[in-house]
T-cell receptor, first 114, second 113 residues
């Protein structure tokens, strides 16, 4: 079974530029998550999708971050414009559903904002 | 609001010795608890979870965790550590209704030969 795929693996941009990350979850998984992991901290949930609907985006900085999951499969996360404090690893995860189902994580995208 | 605390930033053990990585949690209702491991430049890998039932949960790579409701703890354990167990370990608690997970800040485990 293929795991969660993410691209790119690394990205370096200057502040005020825009960037987009892509995630393809495990086939058949209805729930998709985007996390931000700042160095030295645990992952923080940015947004959670159930199929193509948003379940939780309470910690998403909506003035600069946006995410979509068209057709309930793959997803993109965008930052526009980027700030220095957005430097982090962005992790995508998926699970069969919510509740007790295990989340499976992709390798992450390491973003550096200069 | 739910929360997780991992009181130790770093745990050092000698190979062959038992290891414990501590986790305490705060949540309303029944807790769903998870442990993940992260190797450098990799995503998080699932180790084990507690949903209900036996307080001692067995997981991958010989790890186990003990759920203690009175102490609101879910400590990760292994009877005999390996050098290859050296990694960053995260404890997480999940809201059973919405599926939102809250992670601790992680504990770096170093196993020395």
């Amino acid at each position: 079974e293929a795991g969660v795929a993410q691209s790119p693996r690394y990205k370096i941009i200057e502040k005020r530029q825009s960037v987009a990350f892509w995630c393809n979850p495990i086939s058949g998984h209805a729930t998709l998550y985007w996390y931000q992991q700042i160095l030295g901290q645990g992952p923080k949930l940015l947004i959670q999708f159930q199929n193509n609907g948003v379940v939780d985006d309470s910690q998403l900085p909506k003035d600069r971050f946006s995410a979509e999951r068209l057709k309930g499969v793959d997803s993109t996360l965008k930052i526009q414009p980027a700030k220095l404090e957005d430097s982090a690893v962005y992790l995508c995860a998926s699970s069969a559903s919510t509740g007790t189902d295990t989340q499976y994580f992709g390798p992450g995208t390491r973003l550096t904002v200069l | 609001a739910q929360s997780v605390a991992q009181p130790e930033d770093q745990v050092n053990v000698a190979e062959g010795n038992p290891l414990t990585v501590k986790c305490t949690y705060s949540v309303s209702g029944n807790p769903y608890l998870f442990w993940y491991v992260q190797y450098p430049n990799r995503g998080l890998q699932f180790l084990l979870k507690y949903i209900t039932g036996d307080n001692l949960v067995k997981g991958s790579y010989g790890f186990e965790a003990e759920f203690n409701k009175s102490q609101t703890s879910f400590h990760l354990k292994k009877p005999s550590a390996l050098v290859s167990d050296s990694a960053l370990y995260f404890c997480a608690v999940r809201d059973p209704l919405r599926g939102k997970s809250t992670f601790g800040d992680g504990t770096t485990l170093t196993v020395k030969p």
